[in-house]
């Protein structure tokens, strides 16, 4: 690689409309094009409109293998990339968003404890999901607003970090999606592609393990279509010299037993310190870390992977690099004990299985927007998130239920909201008389090959 953004700021007979237009009628453009129109961008010498339809052209028409690589090479040379002292190796996960996935909260201090250092940048809630970074700030005080230099000092003192996206990586991606999302130009493969590889490839990991999450919960409907980015996301990472491997994993359904900041907290805390996890919950975590101790050589094999994932939990370390990671990013790391300092709800409502039935679905989007409702997600960019909000769901998908057992526990904050998440929870879900065959949460494991 190597083609940074300034070889390129020669381009003085860059005609933008040209390129616009070949890219519209299904042409390619070279790498040094990619780079010429953009550097033009941001010196001012081509405008947001252009830059917009040409979006669109790549909306309809797609970009080849070499004209994605192009596109998130000239993103991550639109900022900083990271690099690491000698050492343990680096690695981090990416998910592509679904409802009730703290998977990241467990995986990071997990992976930390087997010797894999995690510098881990996550971003907020987007659309129906919550994000990472708000279901950590549930604990007090626990900063997320880290630099290079912080990162370098936790990996060394605990193992791995949590951090928001700054504009030091990948600045050109944090224009183009914000002219995406005003533009319909958001559910195209390679712009994802080329968005999120930019960030996670700009972290400087030696691996990279990708959950691309497929279901009416997820940004990408159907199996196939999530196997489709996948592959295309591990492609751009192994051409960057990033091992990526990528997990299908099922966002039909809720993952876990929580959906709501602090609750998800709680529940993450629960299964480093050993209690009893919801199985689905647990596979994802475990197929995750499990691939990225194999990708950057920590484990030798699947099954090594997963005896020192098993000795990491037992034993608790991974609750200790949880424990030391809130007190080295400024929480109360009393809360690894004693759960209940975490903000919590002024009122609960619970809500009684109508009559004893299978729990055959309860979809995950409609529970998303539930949460906004509540007052635990964002309609606006920039909006606070109540973390004491949520829901616990003690069944799982496919489960029995009696009549008049508890089904869901509504966390809010007042009377009303929890009467509106109430009639909500009551018309989604869907109960069966017969028993339900329940998919296993991971379906596919994809590697390079
Ligand atoms: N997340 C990102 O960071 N970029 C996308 O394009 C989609 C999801």
């Not at 947001?48 to 192009?70: C, H, K, N, P, W």
């Not at 037993?257 to 050993?274: D, K, Q, S």
């Not at 709800?345 to 039935?357: K, Y």
Request: proline share 5%.
């Amino acid at each position: 690689m190597g083609t940074g953004l300034n070889v390129w700021r020669v381009a003085a007979d860059l005609i933008p409309a040209e390129l616009i237009i070949r890219k519209r009628n299904g042409g390619s453009l070279a790498p040094s094009e990619w780079a010429a129109f953009f550097s033009a961008y941001a010196r001012g010498e081509v405008a947001e409109y252009q830059v917009a339809a040409l979006l669109m052209a790549i909306y309809f028409q797609g970009l080849s293998e070499d004209e994605t690589r192009a596109l998130t090479e000239v993103m991550i040379d639109s900022g900083e990339r990271w690099s690491w002292d000698p050492g343990s190796p680096v690695g981090d996960k990416h998910s592509t968003g679904g409802v009730g996935d703290k998977v990241s909260l467990v995986l990071a201090p997990l992976a930390a404890a087997c010797g894999v250092r995690v510098p881990m940048v996550s971003g907020r809630g987007l659309g129906h999901t919550a994000g990472t970074l708000d279901k950590m700030e549930s604990i007090p005080n626990y900063r997320t607003a880290l630099n290079k230099h912080d990162f370098d000092r936790l990996l060394r003192e605990v193992g791995y970090g949590m951090g928001g996206q700054t504009g030091s990586f990948a600045p050109l991606d944090r224009e183009l999606y914000a002219l995406r999302d005003v533009t319909g130009t958001i559910e195209s493969v390679p712009l994802i592609t080329a968005s999120i590889m930019s960030k996670k490839i700009a972290e400087g990991p030696d691996g990279l393990v990708l959950d691309v999450k497929w279901g009416n919960g997820a940004f990408m409907h159907t199996r196939e279509e999530a196997e489709h980015l996948a592959r295309n996301m591990i492609g751009t990472g192994r051409a960057f010299g990033v091992k990526t491997e990528a997990v299908l994993t099922d966002m039909e359904s809720p993952l876990g037993r929580t959906v709501g900041h602090a609750l998800e907290l709680r529940e993450a805390i629960a299964m480093l310190r050993g209690e009893t996890t919801e199985e689905r919950f647990s596979d994802v975590v475990v197929a995750l870390t499990a691939s990225l101790l194999v990708l950057t050589g920590v484990a030798g094999d699947e099954s090594a992977a997963r005896q020192r994932i098993a000795a990491a939990l037992d034993g608790g370390d991974a609750l200790e690099r949880f424990r030391a990671n809130v007190a080295a990013q400024e929480g109360d790391p009393r809360v690894v004990d004693d759960p209940s300092l975490l903000p919590g709800a002024d009122r609960t409502r619970t809500l009684q299985a109508p009559r004893t039935a299978y729990l055959r679905e309860l979809p995950a989007r409609a529970v998303g927007l539930a949460l906004i409702e509540l007052g635990g997600g964002r309609r606006t960019k920039g909006e606070t998130v109540d973390p004491r909000v949520g829901f616990e769901f003690p069944r799982s998908i496919g489960e029995q239920v009696e009549r008049g057992e508890p089904w869901a526990i509504i966390h809010a904050a007042k009377e009303s909201d929890a009467d509106a998440a109430q009639a909500t929870l009551e018309s989604i879900v869907y109960w069966s008389d017969a028993p339900v065959n329940v998919a296993p949460v991971v379906t596919t494991r994809l590697t390079a090959d």
